[in-house]
């Protein structure tokens, strides 16, 4: 219920920024125009008709919050970060692959893409064949896992689309990547 | 949608006009011979000097010194007898002179005579027709003339290069003549752009675009803007080299699992891999008589260059200093290898003599990138980074001659020289 209220202040906001003046006036509960009888204390008042709220609830659209993007699910974790010049998946990424590969397993017409990203440094051609490596690493295992080959399709950007721009340790680190992308957000 | 976006792309290829490349000379040749061009007679008719930019040209090979000529009277001129006495007091071994002059047609003519003073004789001279439009290529054409004469090698003044330039979200395949003058773009994308490879008879580009999302290879035809896609197969699709007749191209493709080296056909048909190994094969390119490719593969642990026919076959390791050499490219004459080497760190133009195995590093500075020869073999054409932005520069094979490339606000990358223009 609070979402709907947000989803609706929201809304009201966004239509307040499109009216005019003279639509602002018309919500108004006094009437302050010049000549306009004061109103009689005491007096009974109007409730005010209000039209019904149209609420928008942007969490059960795709792209909103589900089981594939809920912080609290481990399958909202999509990058696996890999070593300098290597393309093996580390241990520590071993349990947010397989909690992607149950997923796949547990929905067979669920297709997901895989890209891989390199750091800057060196060739950008062989940067190229290095991402694909990583992608393929967590392709293969994803498919050890029980994922089907039809379902996952790697790539590689290389270097050409770094998510941490700069030159150091730190942004190199964050762009050793593969991201996994489900069907609807590539 | 996407066809959306590569039309969107393809219509904002027409104008941009902002990009030219500045060359800066960083180092120049040990000796340089001096010579001195003297202004041509009437050339103030033409929207360009063309002494001027012939000067520059040679200048910018670092084999030459232009030397200041002082007005003569009456002006020289193409036809203006030499004194030679005259030319040597001034310390100069070589002397051009020239004329232009306007024909009934709307067209100009311009002639040139080249001295050698040290000898005291002609060394020839040339007569050419032009539009005011073709100030420059005519400029060039003299300068490949002058630079030929006297150094026995072809110049590369008429040739064009082609680069990257990434300024905010938008990349530009440009083609520039090989001084940045006259860029014009190709291909505006708002995605990656890399590789670009001139065809043999440079009218064709191949290149790598990310418009759908994934490279895909595509050759593009210069003259119409005409492309189409050479290879799109499941996952990447990289790395074109032309084979030496401009039929077919060397391609890197992940069809078949890793990075693995493939020949198709210059219009996408008739794929056929090369390589079978586990590990990464990539950045293909064929020696100049075509037997071999030269390619880079981690296939011994780390990435090195190797060699193999160009059917396919055994290959055969060629680098072996370092553990990362990668980006092969081969001389015109099929005797030197240029790469990019990891040396602690930085990322350097090396140069391996084939006969010898001699290695000499030519650049010192540490984040080169896709070097290119000069169709003469003499200069190799750069990407690096200085100052937190991509440029390109250009060093000689012997590692003396530097200069530096860069445009206004925005990163250049991905160099290829083009062709000798026949």
Known sequence: MRRVCIAAVFVAVLAGCASTPEEQEAAGVEDRKPGAKPPTIGAQTQPIKQPPVAGVDLTQRPGGRSILTDPSSPLSKRSIYFDYDRYDVRDEFRPLVEAHARYLRDNASTKMLIQGNTDERGSREYNLALGQRRSEAIKRMLLLLGAREEQVEAVSLGEEKPKATGSTEDAWAQNRRGDILYQGEF | ?422
């Open chain 2, 1 to 422: 949608m996407r066809l959306l976006i590569a039309a969107i792309a393809l219509l904002a290829a027409a104008s941009s006009a902002t990009a030219q490349l500045s060359i800066e000379i960083t180092g120049a040749g040990a000796q340089r011979l001096p010579i001195a061009i003297a202004p041509f007679a009437g050339e103030g008719a033409l929207p360009a000097g063309i002494s001027t930019i012939v000067r520059a040209d040679l200048e910018r090979s670092g084999l030459f010194r232009g030397i200041e000529v002082p007005p003569h009277n009456p002006a020289l001129s193409e036809g203006s007898s030499v004194s030679f006495p005259e030319w040597k007091s001034r310390l100069a071994d070589a002397l051009v002179l020239g004329s232009v002059a306007a024909r009934s047609d709307g067209r100009y003519e311009v002639r040139f005579r080249l001295f050698d003073i040290v000898k005291q004789t002609q060394l020839g001279g040339v007569a050419y027709t032009l539009t005011p439009q073709q100030v420059r290529a005519t400029a060039h054409r003299i300068s490949d003339y002058v630079y030929e004469k006297l150094t026995g090698e072809k110049g590369v003044f008429s040739t064009r290069i082609a680069y990257v330039v990434k300024r905010g979200t938008r990349f530009e395949l440009q083609i520039a003549d090989a001084d940045g003058a006259g860029e014009e773009t190709a291909l505006a994308s708002f995605e990656p752009i890399i590789s670009p490879a001139w065809s043999p008879d440079g009218k064709r580009l191949a290149y790598v675009s990310f418009e759908n999302k994934k490279p895909i290879v595509y050759v593009h035809s210069l003259v119409d803007g005409k492309r189409h896609v050479a290879a799109n197969f499941k996952g990447s699709n990289s790395a074109p080299a032309w084979s030496p007749d401009g039929s077919r191209l060397a391609v890197a493709l992940s069809r078949d699992g890793g990075s693995q080296l493939f020949l198709v056909n210059a219009d996408g048909s008739g794929l056929q891999r090369l390589t079978n190994s586990s590990g990464i094969d990539t950045e293909p390119v064929f020696s100049p008589d075509g037997s071999s490719i030269y390619f880079t593969s981690d296939r011994g642990g780390s990435p090195q260059i190797y060699r193999m026919p160009a059917r396919g076959g055994d290959a055969q390791r060629v680098t072996f200093e370092g553990t990362y050499n990668v980006s092969p490219r081969i001389s015109r004459d099929g005797k030197s290898l240029a790469y990019i080497a990891r040396n602690g760190g930085k990322f350097q133009v090396a140069l391996l003599d084939l006969a010898t195995k001699q290695v000499i590093t030519l650049t010192d500075s540490d984040k080169d990138e896709s070097p290119s020869f000069a169709p003469n073999g003499r200069m190799i054409l750069l990407a690096t980074v200085t100052g937190g932005r991509g440029i390109l520069s250009a060093v000689s094979s012997d590692g003396r001659v530097k200069q530096r490339l860069s445009v206004a606000a925005g990163d250049v990358r991905e160099p290829a020289w083009g062709p000798f223009i026949q």
